[in-house]
């Protein structure tokens, strides 16, 4: 087989199992290889040193690659949204030393879509690694038992590369999803972690998001500036938050496992003459087994997790912005935009099979309000001291719980925190 015209059926073959969109004729040349034991096997000793090359279980640069591709797409600088960003900030920095304690020094950062995703795999990848371990390991342990002793027999080698496709086709569609919400994301904490230190705006986006609507968009910018400087000032000032978060989603997703069986059951079926069939076990993978009642508490911990955190800052970002006589309109279209381009709900779905209740965001936010109102700022605050005093679902739902617990005063909730630092 042609060097260069084996690369180009790899390209389409990697095509076609990642999804996307192939003619008919293409897909049937393809199809050919899987009659010609060498060729086949050059096809995957090719595709094979394309995740080699690294130590890790995954070629997350594939990933990157990826998701910049579909950023760079459509790209445009929105200087002018990106130059009144700047004075949005400083208006965002004065009033939200109103509304909250925390703070942070770390300047804006204005993104670019490409930007965005350089940030933001860092801490995709750190999440999702689990995942692509296991299925990698899954496959690895269990190859010969999924396939037909003739498929077997006539892969040889190249089993190394299949048994590794399962972690490799997730990253690479972790690339599409990630270049995907690179369109859509605001923020650099849409996600529900700050991608960097640094509060970041993706200015093309808010451009997109402004254009068309009778808002005062001077109004909508200091509304983002200030929701993104709350949530970097809240994780800034509580260094435990963010691993916190990164450890609880990467113990739980370590823990899952893929299901075995339902894969054999699918490699029972396989036709060594027909590439559909072989790509159902490339794309096993994606198929885990149902979770335990642990990894649901765990799921429980997570979900709570990003609802004290998401409610806290809205609280926070509308009592900072109290000033702005569009606060309403903007609230109601930025929960739209949330609602739409869900890039907290997607990245928590597609790692973990996670989905985040609204309902619960809103009961937070509520129950923030109400022991702002009741026992102010500081308590309200210094319930981010330490990850054992923040509320549970419990006293998310009926607050009155936790300011039983807190007390009356703030003194109460500082002895309580000295007595649990060992001070």
Known sequence: MDENQGKDDLEKLLRQLLGDAGTEEEIARIAGLWQNPDAMSQMFSQAQSMFSGTDEPVNWKLALDQAQALAKKNQ???????RE????????????????????????????RQAWVQDAMTLYKQLSEPVAISMSKALSENMDKLMPEELSQMLGPAKSFISNAGASIFAMQL???????????????????PISARPSLIAQNIEQLIKDIPTPKSEVLIYLSTRELALASLYSSNKWLSDQIVTQVREFA?????????????????????????NQILQAGSLITQRTDE??????????????IEG???????????????????TELFNRHRATSGALEKTFETLLGLQLE?????????MWGTIE??????????????PDQLPTEAEVKDPAELIARLGSTGDDLDDQLRKLLGD
């Not at 600088?77 to 990106?82: Q, R, S, T």
């Not at 690339?175 to 972690?193: D, P």
């Not at 109102?373 to 330490?386: A, C, K």
């Open 254 to 278: 370590a823990g899952l496992e893929v299901d075995v069986a339902e894969i054999q059951n699918l490699a029972e079926s396989i036709d060594p003459s027909d590439q559909d069939s072989i």
């Open 76 to 82: 445009n600088g929105a200087e002018a949204v990106a």
């Open 312 to 330: 806290w800052a809205d609280y926070v970002t509308e009592l900072a912005c109290k000033r702005l006589p569009s606060l309403a309109s903007i």
């Open 175 to 193: 690339g599409q999803a990630v270049g995907k919400l690179s369109e859509q994301t605001l923020t650099g904490s849409e996600i529900g972690i």
């Open 358 to 366: 609204p309902k619960l965001r809103r009961e937070a936010k509520a």
């Open 85 to 112: 960003l700047e004075p949005a900030f400083e208006m965002a920095k004065l009033w939200l030393s109103e509304a909250t304690e925390f703070s942070t020094s770390a300047e804006l950062k204005v993104l670019s």
């Open 373 to 386: 109102e009741q026992l102010g700022t500081t308590v309200r605050d210094t319930l981010w001291s330490h």
């Open 295 to 308: 990894q649901e508490a765990a799921l429980a911990r997570i979900e709570l997790m990003l609802a004290l």
